[in-house]
């Protein structure tokens, strides 16, 4: 996954995201990002628990990460009518 640059210190980066709906609750997964999940019991939460998934997920030690969710591409589906879809992400860094 690249980055690009944007003004000052915030890389722009775009990621998709998996939602699944199971059981009355969601969790979604970033695909560029293997093993980097969260879950929530609505879309905000499950955003929200993203944005410190994905700042975990590229933090080490030294250096951690501020991530923010800046656009979700596309129409969101209603629920429970589909069970998965994926959405681009933007993202700050």
């Keep these: ?4 640059r944007g ?3 915030m890389d722009l980066r775009t990621v998709t995201l998996t939602v699944h709906w199971e059981d009355g609750h ?8 293997p093993g980097c999940f969260a879950a929530g ?3 905000l939460e499950l955003l929200e628990a993203l944005q410190e998934a994905i700042g975990q997920w590229l933090s080490d ?5 501020n991530v923010q969710i800046i656009d979700v591409k596309g129409e969101l589906p209603s629920m ?9 992400l933007a993202i700050s860094v």
Aim: aromatic residues 10%; proline residues 6%; glycine residues 12%.
């Design 1 to 4: 996954m690249e980055g690009v």
């Design 26 to 33: 969601l969790w979604g997964e970033v695909q560029e990002m």
């Design 61 to 65: 030690s030294d250096h951690p990460h």
């Design 80 to 88: 429970p009518e589909r069970t998965e879809w994926s959405r681009e």
């Design 7 to 9: 003004g000052g210190n």
């Design 41 to 43: 019991q609505s879309f």
